[in-house]
C-alpha cells in the first residue's frame, strides 16, 4: 500500500472512530457487511458520497499519476466515501458565501448544487477552521 495512502487513513483514524483494515479477499470477509474498495481502474480521483449500496464495496479511484501528489487529494475521497460532501453544498452556504455561477466551468457545476436531500453536515461550522 502507498505509503501516502496509508498517512491519509492514519490521519483519519486518529481524528474520528473509523478504523481501516486492510483486507486482501473481501468475497470471503465482507458478504454481508459494507467496505471500501480502492482502485485504480479509472482515469481521475473520485468516489461516491457516502456508502452506494449494502453488502457491497464503495469503489474509491485512486489514479496514480493523479492522486498521489498530496495527501490531501486522497483524504478528500476518502472523506467521501465515509459519506462527507463538499462544504459549499451545505444548505446554509447562502449564509457565508456567493456562488458565481458564471466563474464554475462547464460540466462542473453538480459540485455546488445544494444537497437537499440526505444530507448529514454532523453539526459542524460551515468552516471547520472558523475559531
Known sequence: MNDLLTKAMDT???HSCVT???VRNATRCCRHTSYMRVTAERPGCHSPVGREYAGGPTV???DPDKCFRKVGHI???LLHALGRNHVMT???RGEY????WENIN???SFHHRLCVKGCVEQ????SMLKR
Do not use: A
Not at 97 to 100: E, K, M, Q, R, S
Not at 123 to 126: V, Y
Open 106 to 108: 462547464e460540466g462542473k
Open 75 to 77: 483524504l478528500h475521497e
Open 90 to 92: 451545505r444548505t446554509d
Open 20 to 22: 481501516f483494515v486492510r
Open 60 to 62: 474509491v479511484n485512486l
Open 97 to 100: 458565501v456567493d456562488i458565481l
Open 123 to 126: 453539526g459542524c461550522q460551515f
Open 12 to 14: 483519519i483514524s486518529r
